[in-house]
């Protein structure tokens, strides 16, 4: 069984930052890409970024593109998040992801931006 563990979410100003975790376990984490989405009250879960086997490959969605940087540490079976220039519509719950045959989600960090 495939486990995901996300950590590091809080409550920010807007222009603030934040560094997201998430922790994988049951799985040869380094064989796999991973990705963060993210879903706001009321809002379809929505991807963020991703990061392929070597960590080489990233890619993001436009709305996060300059802001946000992922990145792995196979070594640690981590998959990070880094999140400058928070912005309100930021405001949701992240969760980390990883398709193992099937896909796999962690329970998810809370990300608030406000004044």
């Known amino acids: 069984q495939v486990q995901l563990v996300e950590s590091g979410g809080g409550l920010v100003q807007p222009g603030g930052s934040l560094r997201l975790s998430c922790t994988a376990s049951?799985?040869?984490?380094?064989?796999?890409?991973l990705r963060w989405y993210r879903q706001a009250p009321g809002k379809k879960r929505e991807f963020v970024a991703g990061?392929?086997?070597?960590?080489?490959?990233?890619y993001y969605d436009d709305s996060v593109k300059g802001r946000f940087t992922i990145s792995r540490d196979n070594a640690k079976n981590t998959v990070y998040l880094q999140m400058n220039s928070l912005k309100p519509e930021d405001t949701a719950t992240y969760y980390c992801?990883?398709?193992?045959?099937?896909?796999?989600w962690g329970q998810g960090t809370q990300v608030t931006v406000s004044a």
């Open positions: 992801n990883i398709l193992v045959g099937q896909d796999y």
């Open positions: 049951g799985t040869t984490f380094s064989r796999y890409a």
């Open positions: 990061i392929g086997i070597s960590g080489v490959g990233k």
